[in-house]
């Protein structure tokens, strides 16, 4: 085990609970001439009567995070108010020639204390007993899992599922756990969380949410809060969640098109004379 990276695990747990904190004051702080965070958003209700609301976000995490915290959503502040949220564990790519190497110590250190100033920021949106998931690189050390321990007091590695890359593994992280782990990856592994662990009108909040998981926000009767950072990313997002409820909005017409009527007494004479 790399002792000096196990070493630094405390001192980066310590920072990001500073930063996190840090983050959601100046996002809170609305004085005059204070920037807000640079995201924009976007909101389609797909079924008012059922409370089945989808928000667009397009940001980057830290800003989205910790803007949904401060009341910067049309909901208002969603501090404890989330049943599940769905992070990966993705950098983002910097210039050409201002990265260093994916597996140099400088690297790691960054990319987990961003982790773990996401988890900090994650923990304050979730109810009591809600849960978090997070996709991440695999590590021999097994830092992301040691992260999430540190910052929920438990979490487990989920079965891989079918198709999920070698390289990639997803864990869970909350007060309560089922007991039964789905095996699944990706949109599969999003849909079983979201019918497992939340109820109708629960907050979901997915981060760097991806076109496939369209058919789960469209079919579930959830509050979801969808946030992506790559503006393109996010246009494919929207096409894919509008053609999907316009797909389910048609079925039913569908149906009962498709029927067929027993003709009355009266059309049957008519056809005869």
Known sequence: MNRSMLNRLPDIISLARQRARELWTCSADVRPGRR???????RMTADAHHGHRVSLLCGDDLS???GLLSGQAQDGPLA???????????????PDGLNPPSNSLQTRVRRLIELSTRL??????????????VTADTDADRCAERLLGAVFGQAQALPPGVGQAPTTCAYLAGTLLPQRLPAASGAALLGELVR???????HVLVMGAQPAFSMWVAAL???WVLAQS??????????????RQMELARRPLQDETSREWPASPLSRARRTT
């Open 36 to 42: 807000r965070p640079p995201w924009s958003a976007a």
């Open 64 to 66: 989205v995070m910790s």
């Open 80 to 94: 404890g108010r989330v049943s599940l949220v769905w992070l990966s564990d993705a950098a983002d790519p910097a």
């Open 120 to 133: 900090f920021l994650a923990r304050d949106l979730l109810v009591d007993q809600g849960a978090l998931v």
């Open 196 to 202: 497992t662990l939340t109820g109708r009108n629960d």
């Open 221 to 223: 009767e959830r509050r």
């Open 230 to 243: 790559e503006p393109l990313a996010f246009s494919l997002l929207r096409e894919h969640i509008v053609a």
